[in-house]
């Protein structure tokens, strides 16, 4: 599986972006699909993740209420809706593919066997 993440560009706090991860490969349905950030100084953290399915998500607290994942299986698409951005939401961002998540276990990066390039949010005060 190959992805390319796009969508991150600089926004106001309190505006909103839309990252998209375009994924080839036709396995696409068969992984779950996250996204992580990493600003700069500081260590890589999970943003949210979305089963195979699509009916089930997970997010990091600091995002809930304000950031949904959502994915597009016609599409080979995995989507990251941003709203009420803030300065600290600032990093770039990376989508990852891995196999079904089970248990509790969704944050963890070691668990993704593929990433993207990973595309830069700017969220300035």
């Known amino acids: 599986v190959q992805l390319q993440a796009s969508g991150g560009g600089l926004v106001q706090a309190g505006g909103s972006l839309r990252l998209s991860c375009a994924a080839s490969?036709?396995?696409?349905?068969?992984?779950?699909m996250g996204w992580f950030r990493q600003a700069p100084g500081k260590e890589r953290e999970s943003v949210a993740a979305?089963?195979?399915?699509?009916?089930?998500?997970y997010y990091a607290d600091s995002v809930k209420g304000r950031f949904a994942i959502f994915r597009d299986s016609a599409k080979n698409t995995v989507y990251l809706q941003m709203n009420n951005l803030k300065p600290e939401d600032t990093a770039v961002y990376y989508c990852?593919?891995?196999?079904?998540?089970?248990?509790?276990?969704?944050?963890?990066?070691?668990?993704?066997?593929?990433w993207g390039q990973g595309t830069q949010v700017t969220v300035s005060s």
């Open positions: 990852a593919a891995r196999r079904p998540i089970s248990g509790s276990d969704w944050y963890l990066g070691t668990m993704y066997d593929y």
């Open positions: 490969g036709r396995t696409f349905g068969a992984y779950a």
């Open positions: 979305v089963n195979w399915s699509g009916g089930t998500t």
